[in-house]
């Protein structure tokens, strides 16, 4: 159960909404999809490190994912609360385009959870970004 909610929550911040009539125009989401562009990738730390079309780029993760009661979710601050935990062997791990940590819940409770960084991650321009 823990790994279908960091999904269904991943989907909630794409869904798009119409503006009103006579608003101004925002730039359109872009969806993700890095992977597909940067196939080699390390993580150090919260920073992940991905060589795209032969250039190596870096996003510090810690900005775009956060833990939701051991959970990650799009959102901020993941790195105080997983993969750092003081316990041995729970650092975070990168798997293709899956970030999987050990995060603490509120009341203690330590999870093994994933996110895949492809559903926000894109590349373009020579940088990683999220979207």
């Not at 101004?24 to 150090?44: D, H, I, T, V």
Request: aromatic content about 14%; glycine content about 10%.
């Amino acid at each position: 159960m823990k790994f279908a909610l960091p999904f269904l929550l991943a989907l909630a911040p794409g869904a798009a909404m119409a503006a009103p009539k006579g608003a101004p125009k925002k730039l359109e989401a872009r969806s993700g999809g890095f992977y597909e562009s940067c196939p080699e990738n390390n993580l150090y730390y919260s920073t992940l490190n991905s060589k795209c079309k032969g250039t190596w780029t870096s996003i510090d993760l810690n900005h775009v994912i956060g833990n939701r009661q051991g959970n990650l979710v799009w959102s901020a601050g993941f790195f105080y609360s997983c993969g750092n935990i003081s316990k041995p062997g729970t650092q975070c791990s990168l798997q293709y385009d899956n970030l999987s940590c050990y995060c603490s819940a509120s009341d203690g409770t330590v999870y093994w959870t994933s996110i895949s960084l492809n559903t926000h991650l894109a590349y373009e321009n020579g940088k990683l970004f999220y979207n």
